[in-house]
């Protein structure tokens, strides 16, 4: 059992794109799902699957790299712990490296990026920032 499986998840991830893998296995949850679904709409993964694996099902996440495999995916850092949650309202969300990342958050609305977040005037915890 692990005491934070969204830190496995972007640790994976972090860990999958430094060695250039192609694709990465995680642990399916629906909080997982979410935030892999938000860095597939904003582009810094081509796609990602839930496949029936033995003993579990995993979400397989297919990384993204640019034509001279640059890494589209540069730095991950997670903000919200278990330990100490960060929330931000609509007006205190700061976009990341001037714009260039983005603040993943998990909202009444769901797992949204902080451009949806502000589009749809909601607030919620900041899980992880992506650049």
């Known amino acids: 059992m692990l005491t934070d499986p969204i830190a496995?998840?972007?640790t994976r991830i972090r860990n999958a794109v430094r060695?250039?893998?192609?694709?990465v296995d995680i642990p399916v949850s629906n909080e997982k799902k979410g935030v892999v679904?938000?860095?597939k709409r904003e582009g810094y993964v081509w796609d990602w699957e839930v496949v029936d694996a033995k003993p579990v099902q995993v979400i397989r996440v297919h990384l993204k790299y640019g034509p001279n495999a640059e890494k589209v995916?540069?730095?991950?850092?997670?903000?919200?712990?278990?330990?100490?949650?960060v929330y931000?309202?609509?007006a205190e969300l700061k976009p990341v490296l001037?714009?260039?990342g983005i603040n993943i958050l998990n909202t009444n609305r769901g797992i949204l990026s902080?451009?949806?977040?502000?589009l749809k005037n909601v607030g919620?915890?900041?899980i992880c920032q992506v650049w």
């Open 37 to 39: 679904d938000v860095l």
């Open 124 to 126: 919620g915890e900041v």
């Open 98 to 100: 001037n714009g260039l």
């Open 88 to 90: 931000v309202q609509t």
């Open 73 to 85: 995916l540069s730095k991950v850092k997670r903000i919200s712990k278990p330990g100490c949650r």
């Open 114 to 118: 902080d451009r949806e977040a502000k």
């Open 8 to 10: 496995d998840l972007l």
């Open 19 to 23: 060695i250039e893998k192609v694709f």
